[in-house]
């Protein structure tokens, strides 16, 4: 196959010789036949590997590949027409080429000539969707050559041509997404260098249609996602396989949505202004404010008005569900943080009355704004910095009630702007559904948290003070009434129908903290929190019923205070969750979490309420400025850590083995100190003392004993933070020691139960007769066992532990003790003051240190203590 | 060019790992091992059979992006299998594998199969990552993990196959949403009888009806 037409192939790929050969081989064939197309196929493919070895390793490799123009070749095959499996690989030997050549004047000498540019503009065979990815691919990897040195290879200034961008912005909105990827990170390179007449040309030349169908497409978009979201307005729980679809189809636009914003950003970011200008032009006028402003405000007689066919566009097109519509806008000002484009927009948003007023009262200092149009044209293109003035000015300025009464009232007849807030505030109010009061909250927040955006717009909005020397203005009023609705949503949860999502509640607790928290002071009112505070009092008597019946009442309780502190809300992941556009679904079989849908059945109900408890509760203390004493029940940071010295002097010990998988044994001891179990070995330098190996709290322990085995033990940990789950199997010397240590977890489990229970009754503020119901979930037999003197236990354990709050935060033995067991007391009492001294040395990092020093301190108190106990 | 699928792959990795050399391995295998060559490129495709199944891999190199938030995003969701490439005589390259992910679940869809690639298997020498930590990184996640060489082309063929193999046991259970397009499969056209061929391959059978 290689020896044509007598020619001799050489042995060696990567040499001088070879490239000779298969530039004889080109010459003689420089029409495409059938007959020598592979032939071909092979000498381009070899091509590649002899010219990026010759980059590396052999100079006069390229030498003879410029001096004969092999380029030449390329363009004659690519001409002919000759058939895509030749094009494909001709498109991968230049981008081979164009990737991996390092020699910067090979690479300036191909890129001359004008040969790559004849190459793009080459007509290929795009329905081949190899064709097309392969250059595509070329053009993207030409693209990342683009700097201010080569920028004229690719763009010609006297026949005002650039090949490389006009020809791959064809395929912006390609089927195949990974086209459209590649064309949008080549527009994103070539705004990066800094060319003026560069981007001069582009703004002039392709700037309009290319953003104009962005914009164009974008729209469209919104308009399917909005169809799909409210086309069918099912139960989301039935019909599965219809919904499935609608859900996939939703997520989709959503997601392509939020690409589409990531995109503007990332250009809008590249801070080239002529182009950004023109952008922002387009997505204002033909994007933001007839779709979204206008959904929210409908307009009035006068809307903008610049050509025939948009008016025409406007009134075909059917407003946006303004639920959509908060959602879509929260995304922008999420992703979005490019001044330029958000100022006019919140600005839209907020109703800024302050220049509309300024206008009313010294209308001659604005005078240029003012007789410009009326509308909303003119404020788009404002410079923002006018604006803020006049809001300085403004706020400054010495005004009474009443004629803020009459600024007011003037503005409710003449601004589209202000209506926006209007709509949305009555979006906050909660009737059957939170999903609008939900989005609602969310695009407040996310303009707040917006750094491209003003401080100024929003100050004493949406912010509890005005920044020094200017007093609240009619934005106070503002502010007052969202605080209003915000608390009445915190209300609305308290109410034993469900309808209120954990989401929206959160939501709603972040954005009243921003509104109403400043450096620590707050700003509310007593009332308001005084509803609040009802809200939690509403809450109460339903918790205190799931707590009686709800057998699993504290491993629920645990489980919603870890997840409510294991990561802080994202709203922007949050809000690209599409199932929030449907209606509000209640089965778990949806696969929305619970937080994001409402509750199904008696027990996510209780979780629900649970979560809604802590929130509030925590909410509360923030503005009492209390500090956390009741929770976490347990705290598990202080469960002893591998390799924790622990002073056992006094507590009963049981050996056993651990039976590992493969059958292994290793002796270990087993104690409870503390309400956790622990498995030490014996300290290698003090007597007495152990080595912790294991540990975990009992009530988070499972003990199983196997029928036919006596001596062992199965113990299950859980780790309920971090939702972990490991199991040991131990075996004790006998069957005796074997069920004193099952006797002994198995209580000690109920204890600690018992002792949690009794916390959470008292953040309930149940008193204790109340608590007597409280359910033991262990074993039936158990359970019923125990019932009968659960009573004194309890009134026990309140006497006893209330005053002197059990503490984990020593690793010193002598605590410890105390509780576990009673009898030994008085000797590991007498043991602590060398205790303290054995610990120092011991301690090798400075955790241990603050430990102890932790521990010295609680010695004291916890010494009366036990005094009486015994 | 006939087919029954085409998935789309994405290769992600610190730079530097030999995610392109990989990805040219893989398309045009017939590249030599020489020591003194390092040659990649960003885009191949190739045909493979997975249960007699003619199925197209088209892999689309992601270097380069990093810079644009957006573009990360959009590869990730029409992506349906990602080898994700560290360097094993590199141990930075494989401390990043935790953030590569994290990008990586948060944009794609669930679906998305991700293969863990330790790559660079023929440095033995220069080894600073242990196969023991690959594999324990790999089960704590979720992966398929196996190491490669571009160089040698070691097992190049089998991580590109493998992801493959288990995209396409999902399409059987039906995990696969085969009609969205956006996950990163398609249906192919009409399959004709013919036999195919890989693009760039030399095995080319004469007729192709559209030029």
């Not at chain 1, 019932?787 to 309890?794: E, L, N």
Request: glycine content about 4%; charged content about 25%; overall charge negative.
């Amino acid at each position: 196959m290689f020896r044509s037409r007598k020619l001799v192939k050489p042995e060696n790929l990567h040499s001088l010789e070879y490239l000779k050969y298969i530039y004889t081989v080109l010459s003689k064939n420089q029409t495409v036949t059938d007959n020598n197309r592979t032939l071909l196929v092979e000498s381009f493919r070899s091509m590649a590997e002899i010219l990026i070895w010759g980059d590396q390793n052999n100079p006069t490799i390229f030498e003879y590949f410029l001096e004969n123009n092999m380029f030449n070749y390329f363009l004659r095959i690519l001409d002919q027409k000759c058939g895509n499996y030749v094009c494909v690989q001709l498109l991968q030997t230049l981008n081979i080429i164009f990737e991996n050549i390092r020699n910067k004047t090979a690479l300036y000498y191909l890129l001359s000539n004008n040969h790559v540019n004849s190459i793009i503009i080459n007509k290929l065979d795009f329905s081949d969707e190899d064709v097309l990815a392969y250059y595509i691919s070329f053009l993207k990897t030409l693209s990342f050559k683009l700097n201010l040195n080569t920028i004229h290879f690719f763009y010609n200034e006297a026949t005002n041509d650039f090949p490389l961008y006009t020809e791959a912005i064809k395929f912006f909105n390609h089927p195949d997404s990974m086209v459209r990827t590649y064309v949008r990170t080549l527009t994103l390179n070539v705004y990066r260098v800094e060319d003026e007449s560069m981007l001069q040309f582009i703004r002039d030349k392709t700037c309009a249609p290319y953003f104009a169908n962005l914009v164009w497409f974008m729209g469209k978009h919104v308009l399917e996602l909005d169809a799909s979201a409210r086309a069918k307005p099912v139960d989301v729980d039935t019909q599965k396989t219809i919904q499935d679809q609608y859900r996939v189809k939703l997520a989709d636009l959503v997601s392509s949505h939020l690409d589409d914003l990531h995109y503007l950003n990332d250009i809008l970011s590249s801070k080239v202004d002529i182009l950004n200008e023109v952008l922002v032009d387009h997505l204002m006028d033909k994007l933001f404010v007839p779709y979204y402003i206008h959904s929210l405000a409908p307009p009035d007689k006068y809307i903008i008005v610049e050509t025939e066919e948009f008016v025409d566009a406007v009134k075909q097109q059917p407003l946006m569900n303004v639920d959509i519509c908060l959602f879509l806008l929260t995304q922008v000002f999420l992703i979005i943080h490019q001044t330029k484009l958000v100022t006019p927009l919140a600005k839209f948003l907020l109703g800024n009355n302050f220049s509309e007023n300024y206008q009313v009262y010294h209308g001659s200092i604005l005078k240029d704004e003012a007789s410009a149009l009326p509308e909303n044209e003119n404020e788009v293109k404002n410079d923002n910095e006018s604006d803020i003035l006049d809001l300085k000015s403004l706020t400054c300025m010495n005004i009474t009630d009443e004629e803020k009464e009459i600024l007011l009232s003037k503005n409710e007849a003449d601004s589209a702007r202000s209506q926006c807030l209007e709509s949305i505030y009555s979006q906050l109010i909660i009737e059957k559904s939170d999903s609008s009061a939900l989005f609602g909250i969310c695009l407040l927040y996310a303009l707040s948290e917006n750094s491209g955006l003003s401080k100024e717009y929003y100050e004493g909005f949406l912010t509890p003070t005005l920044s020094e020397g200017c007093t609240p203005f009619v934005h106070c009023d503002e502010r007052n009434e969202l605080i209003d609705k915000l608390v009445n949503i915190i209300t609305a949860i308290s109410e034993p129908v469900c309808y209120v999502r954990s989401a929206t509640l959160e939501m709603a607790i972040t954005l009243l903290k921003k509104l109403t928290i400043y450096k620590e002071k707050t700003f509310i009112s007593d009332d308001h929190i005084a509803v609040i505070y009802n809200a939690k009092e509403k809450i109460l008597p339903l918790l205190r019923q799931f707590f009686k019946k709800e057998e699993m009442f504290l491993e629920l309780f645990e489980d919603e205070y870890y997840e409510m502190h294991r990561e802080k809300l994202n709203v922007q992941r949050l809000l690209s969750d599409s199932t929030l556009l449907l209606p509000p679904a209640h089965s778990p079989m949806t696969g929305i979490p619970l937080s994001k849908r409402l509750p199904c059945g008696d027990v996510e109900r209780t979780r629900h309420f649970i979560c809604a408890f802590l929130m509030i509760r925590k909410l509360l203390m923030t503005y009492e400025g209390k500090e956390e004493t009741q929770l976490p029940l347990v705290d598990r940071t202080k469960c002893f850590v591998f390799d924790t010295p622990i002073n056992l002097n006094g507590n009963d010990l049981i050996t056993c083995m651990i039976i590992a998988e493969n059958g292994a044994k290793t002796r270990r001891y087993l104690s409870i100190i503390s309400s956790q179990l622990v498995l030490v070995e014996p300290h290698s330098r003090f007597l007495g003392w152990g080595v912790c190996k294991l540990s975990c709290y009992l009530q988070d322990t499972e003990v199983t004993k196997i029928d036919n085995e006596t001596k062992t033990l199965h113990i299950i940990m859980h780790n309920s933070k971090y939702k972990m789950t490991n199991t040991v199997k131990l075996m004790f010397d006998d069957h005796i020691r074997c069920n004193a240590a099952r006797q002994k977890l198995l209580n000690g489990r109920i204890k600690a139960r018992r002792k949690q229970l009794n916390q959470i009754a008292n953040l309930l503020e149940m008193n204790s007769c109340e608590t007597n119901y409280a359910p033991c979930n262990t074993t039936q037999k158990q359970k019923h066992g125990l019932r009968s003197h659960f009573t004194d236990i309890a009134v026990h354990t309140s006497n006893v532990l209330q005053p002197y709050p059990i503490s984990m935060k020593s690793t010193n033995s002598d605590e410890y003790s105390a509780e576990s067991n009673c009898s030994s007391s008085t000797h590991s009492r007498d043991q602590s003051p060398c205790t303290k001294n054995l610990n120092k040395p011991e301690c090798t990092n400075s955790q241990k240190v603050s430990l102890v020093s932790q521990s010295q301190e609680k010695i004291e108190p916890k010494r009366k203590g036990r005094v009486e106990t015994v | 060019m006939s087919y029954a699928y085409l998935f789309k792959y994405i290769i992600i990795g610190d730079t530097g790992v030999g995610k392109s050399c990989l990805l040219l391995q893989f398309t045009d295998k017939r590249f030599q091992p020489v020591h003194d060559l390092t040659i990649g490129v960003e885009f191949g495709a190739r045909l493979v059979a997975i249960e007699t199944k003619p199925i197209k891999l088209q892999i689309w190199d992601t270097a380069g992006q990093e810079a644009f938030r957006s573009i990360t995003r959009s590869y990730y969701r029409g992506a349906a299998g990602a080898l994700l490439v560290y360097d094993i005589t590199r141990r930075d390259t494989f401390n990043h594998l935790t953030t590569w992910l994290e990008d990586a679940r948060q944009h794609s869809n669930s679906n998305m199969v991700i293969m863990l690639i330790g790559n660079k298997s023929d440095l033995e020498a220069k080894r600073e990552v242990k196969k023991e930590e690959g594999e324990a990184f790999a089960r704590e996640h979720g992966l398929v993990f196996m190491e490669t060489s571009a160089k040698t082309s070691d097992n190049v063929e089998e991580a590109f196959i493998n992801t493959a193999k288990e995209i396409y046991e999902k399409i059987q259970e039906g995990v696969f949403d085969i009609n969205n397009e956006a996950n990163g499969i398609k249906i192919g056209p009409q399959h004709s009888t013919g036999n195919s061929s890989i693009p760039g391959g030399n095995n080319r059978a004469s007729g192709n009806g559209c030029c």
